[in-house]
């Protein structure tokens, strides 16, 4: 149980394009769902966290504008990176956190997308 | 704020021995959540292990446990046995009691040596 996807997990982009990453939780309802950025070598970064059907809390620093984050079901959430430049290449990871188990309870992480912006 | 520092970058054990990883923490609060999370080449993040702070004693999880200590804010993590699956980046972290974001360590880079 609690298995988060995401989808692509690999993906590459030219400069100037937009990219959508999936996020989804496959078998139990997630009303908060994380977005993390990891550089390489690096610890995890919150970007934002988005709760079902509301909009996005951005962290501190992070251009809401260029990373979209739409949570439109319990079970997905997407970030879209538009315009893309080379340094958003990175390793994107979300989590969900179980509506039935309450946040108390640990947040649940998907495999992450690799970014490569050309 | 809440800050997680862990201050060791890298290790190197050998297999079979029992190796601890050191973390530190800072917040205000008096009821949080502490984690250790595994992550392996493949990137998942795994939990090892968690803590709750209003519980005094210390979590265990087969051949992981945690010394927590709670007024030194210390919250280390002890692998015995140490087997060549555990070769990962671990992070320390922590959760506020209501669960609205998890702060992350800067990580500790575990070999485990044949």
């Known amino acids: 149980g609690a298995v988060v996807s995401q989808h692509p997990s690999w993906v590459i982009c030219k400069s100037g394009t937009s990219v959508k990453i999936e996020c989804r939780s496959l078998?139990?309802?997630?009303?908060?769902m994380f977005w993390y950025r990891q550089f390489p070598k690096q610890s995890l970064m919150l970007m934002a966290t988005?709760?079902?059907?509301?909009?996005?809390?951005?962290e501190q620093g992070v251009e809401k504008d260029k990373f979209l984050i739409n949570h439109a079901s319990l079970t997905l959430s997407t970030l879209t990176v538009t315009s893309a430049h080379p340094e958003d290449s990175s390793f994107y990871i979300c989590s969900a956190r179980d509506r039935a188990r309450g946040a108390s309870y640990e947040q649940y992480f998907g495999p992450g997308t690799r970014l490569t912006v050309t | 704020a809440q800050t997680v520092t862990q201050s060791q970058p890298e290790m190197s054990v050998q297999e079979a021995e029992t190796v601890t990883l050191s973390c530190t923490y800072d917040t205000s609060e008096n009821n949080y959540y502490l984690f250790w999370y595994k992550q392996p080449p493949s990137r998942q993040m795994i939990l090892v292990i968690r803590?709750?702070?209003?519980?005094?004693q210390n979590a265990t999880e087969n051949r992981f446990s945690v010394n927590f200590q709670k007024a030194a804010k210390s919250f280390s993590l002890k692998i015995s046995d140490s087997q060549l699956g555990d070769t990962a980046m671990y992070f320390c972290?922590?959760?506020?009691?209501?669960?609205?974001?998890?702060?992350f360590g800067k990580g500790t880079r575990l070999h485990i040596l044949p």
């Open positions: 803590q709750e702070a209003y519980k005094q």
């Open positions: 078998d139990f309802q997630a009303t908060t």
């Open positions: 988005s709760n079902e059907g509301s909009k996005a809390t951005y």
């Open positions: 972290a922590f959760m506020t009691f209501w669960g609205d974001k998890i702060i």
